[in-house]
C-alpha cells in the first residue's frame, strides 16, 4: 500500500512544480502596466515586451535585480513579477506574438 502512494506522490509533484513555475499572460499584462509603467511609459525608459528579445528578458529576469536592487518586494510580489516576467517573454521582439502593450 505504501509503495503505489509514494510513487503517486511523486509522479503529482514532478507534474504540478513546472505548472506552478509559469506565470500567467493576462495578470502580467495588467501588473507590467500598473507596477512598471508608471516609470517605463515614455521617453528614453520607454519598455514593451519588444524591447527586448525573450533572451534578453529571460536573462533579465534571471539577475532578479532593477537598478542594483532586487525587483521584489519593490516592484511587486513574486508571483506578480512571474506574471510580468510570462507576458514579457510571451510577446518579445521575436516572440511569435510580439505586443507593444498599447505603446
Ligand atoms: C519608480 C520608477 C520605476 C518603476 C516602478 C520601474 N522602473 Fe524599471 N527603471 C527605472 C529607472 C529609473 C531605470 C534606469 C536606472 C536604473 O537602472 O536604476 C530603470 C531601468 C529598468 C531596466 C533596464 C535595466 C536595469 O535594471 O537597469 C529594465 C529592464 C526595467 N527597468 C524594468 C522594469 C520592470 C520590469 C518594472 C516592473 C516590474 C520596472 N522596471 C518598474 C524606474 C522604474
Redesign the pocket.
Known amino acids: 500500500m505504501r509503495l503505489p502512494s509514494a510513487v503517486l506522490l511523486l509522479t503529482a509533484l514532478t507534474v504540478a512544480l513546472p505548472l506552478a513555475a509559469q506565470g500567467s499572460d493576462a495578470k502580467g499584462k495588467y501588473y ?1 502596466k500598473k ?2 509603467k ?3 511609459a515614455q521617453g528614453k ?1 520607454k ?1 514593451s515586451p519588444l524591447s527586448m528579445t525573450q533572451a534578453q528578458w529571460k536573462k ?1 529576469f534571471q539577475t532578479g ?4 536592487e532586487p ?1 521584489s518586494p519593490k ?2 510580489t513574486p508571483q506578480q ?1 512571474m506574471d ?1 516576467k510570462t507576458f ?1 517573454i510571451n510577446h518579445a521582439s521575436d516572440s511569435p506574438q510580439p505586443e507593444t502593450c498599447g505603446g
Open positions: 507590467f507596477n512598471c508608471t516609470c517605463h525608459s519598455l533579465y535585480k532593477h537598478g542594483g525587483l516592484l511587486g513579477i510580468i514579457l
